[in-house]
């Protein structure tokens, strides 16, 4: 069964605008991760928060993390054409076991 | 990119005809991953790796299995395909637990 459950499953935006994504998950982990998903490629990670951090920033990539509430948020600035892809929070329990991804969600920039 | 190189990128077979597929890393990660990417489940874990000849299942393991005879290399069987088996299937790698992976573009499978 999924662990994490992305929100909206579709974005479509102008380009500059901010897109944000949410993911909630169900069980104790040790961090969450997000990845994106270029049409007919593998998936490549983005940024990975820790259960004891609450926010991390990447260049346009802010991430939020709220463990009291099982929730995740993605926030993209400044969106652009390129940012067009699909995006998948994964949860990692810390052990040798893999990642128990959401079904994700689909961001659509429009020029 | 990580080094991940994974083979065949597409393959048409047939039902009951056995199917293998392979992941090649030159990281030297020791761990290494197989998932499935459907639509509507977006990737669910089928074995993995935590070292040479160490593997174990993961929630969509029926139907395959895997072998690590070497560090390099993950390979993914299934025995006697199945339809429900066409899927994309991607290899994944990591340096250690609790640490971001990193994929392989993927094998799209179709079982006729």
């Known amino acids: 069964s999924q662990q994490g459950e992305e929100d909206p499953q579709a974005l479509s935006i102008q380009e500059g605008e901010n897109a944000t994504m949410n993911c909630s998950y169900k069980t104790s982990i040790n961090n969450l991760q997000w990845y994106r998903q270029n049409s007919g490629r593998g998936l490549v990670h983005l940024i990975l928060?820790?259960?004891?951090?609450r926010e991390k920033h990447s260049g346009r990539l802010r991430v939020t993390l709220d463990t009291s509430k099982k929730s995740s948020s993605l926030l993209i600035t400044a969106s652009r054409a390129a940012d067009t892809a699909s995006y998948f929070c994964?949860?990692?329990?810390?052990?040798?076991?893999?990642?128990?991804f959401g079904k994700g969600t689909h961001l659509i920039i429009q020029p | 990119d990580a080094g991940i190189t994974q083979s065949p990128r597409h393959k048409v077979t047939e039902t009951g005809t056995p199917v293998t597929l392979r992941c090649h890393q030159t990281?030297?990660?020791?761990?290494m991953y197989w998932y499935r990417q459907d639509p509507g489940h977006g990737l669910r874990l089928i074995h993995y790796s935590y070292g040479v000849k160490d593997t174990d299942k993961g929630e969509v393991s029926d139907g395959y299995s895997v072998s690590r005879s070497k560090t390099e290399d993950f390979l993914l069987t299934l025995e006697s395909a199945t339809s429900s088996q066409t899927s994309v299937y991607f290899c994944?790698?990591?340096?250690?637990?609790?640490?971001?992976?990193?994929f392989g573009d993927g094998t799209r499978l179709s079982i006729l």
């Open positions: 994944a790698i990591r340096r250690q637990a609790d640490q971001p992976q990193h």
């Open positions: 990281e030297n990660h020791r761990y």
């Open positions: 928060i820790r259960s004891n951090e």
């Open positions: 994964a949860t990692d329990g810390g052990g040798a076991d893999g990642l128990t």
